[in-house]
């Protein structure tokens, strides 16, 4: 007979927690809606500060899980992290059969690397991982979770929020793939997402594959962009209709390819990938270069 884990006092304290959990989260974001909806959304340039000041530095348990630290308590007593990154590395491997894409990678670049849930799947296929991040002491968790996996080269590059095209200036030289998860739900507004789409097809090489996932706006209200920031409520900042996200990835200059919806998971819901492809003829430098 089967054992259902779920059963028994313990299961049934976590599924209360989590609806609570929920239903927090819900209060939270209506409260922070009527704001924006009495006029009272923050300006792009103050939600930017706001983020750096939060995601600058250590913060706790909270800011850990946030930043998907392996031994954060969401992730410390489950294999979770671990399957966030192979799942990722699955939707890839999917999408890059189903467009014929099978050369080396010389190059992957993560946006919002994190504590390396995913790079520790992506750099082994790599010869160099660079993982973009706010926080300096983020970078160094990732770089020791690569390492402890592959001899993969890390390269850790930081930057603050108010500038993200200072990654360009730090990369030298183009990408085979860019990689960007649970981050755009998080970025402060709808058009810096944009920003950072143009920042990842002058990254690209021509051919090559961006995978993108942001948080969609199912059209109800408690879904679209919130434009105020607050730290104890950090999803749903950023969201877009699925049909206006392909259609600005397709004025960055990407061709998209495919969408794989998730519509709840284990950390939240109402998840969209988007597999985008560069141009096989596009040089590095483009007119769509960041504003």
Not at 61 to 88: C, M, N, V, Y
Not at 117 to 127: C, G, L, S, T, Y
Not at 245 to 263: D, K, N, R, S, Y
Request: with cysteine; aromatic share 10%; hydrophobic share 35%.
């Amino acid at each position: 007979m089967q054992t259902n884990h779920s059963d028994g006092p313990a299961g049934r304290a976590r599924s209360v927690l989590g609806r609570c959990k929920q239903v927090a989260r819900q209060t939270r974001e209506t409260g922070l809606r009527v704001l924006a909806g009495l006029g009272m959304s923050q300006s792009e340039s103050k939600i930017s500060a706001e983020s750096q000041q939060y995601w600058a530095q250590p913060g706790g348990q909270s800011w850990e899980s946030d930043s998907h630290w392996r031994a954060a308590p969401e992730f410390d007593s489950t294999d979770l992290w671990s399957r966030i990154g192979r799942k990722h590395l699955a939707l890839f491997d999917k999408g890059a059969r189903m467009v014929e894409f099978d050369r080396p990678l010389d190059r992957v670049v993560e946006w919002g690397c994190g504590g390396g849930a995913n790079a520790v799947h992506f750099a082994p296929r790599a010869k160099e991982f660079v993982g973009i991040d706010i926080s300096a002491q983020t970078l160094e968790e990732c770089a020791k979770q690569v390492a402890a996996v592959c001899d993969t080269t890390f390269r850790p590059v930081r930057i603050d929020v108010a500038e993200p095209d200072e990654a360009l200036r730090q990369i030298n030289g183009p990408c085979d793939v860019f990689l960007c998860f649970y981050v755009f739900e998080l970025l402060p507004t709808p058009e810096y997402g944009e920003l950072v789409l143009r920042i990842a097809h002058s990254l690209l090489a021509p051919g090559g594959l961006a995978l993108i996932q942001v948080k969609y706006n199912d059209g109800r209200w408690l879904t679209k962009p919130r434009r105020r920031f607050r730290s104890s409520a950090l999803a749903d900042l950023t969201t877009y209709p699925i049909p206006v996200f392909w259609t600005l990835a397709e004025g960055c200059g990407f061709t998209p390819e495919m969408i794989h919806l998730v519509p709840k998971n284990e950390l939240d819901e109402r998840y969209a990938y988007f597999l985008l492809r560069k141009g096989e003829t596009e040089g590095q430098e483009s007119s769509n270069h960041p504003r």
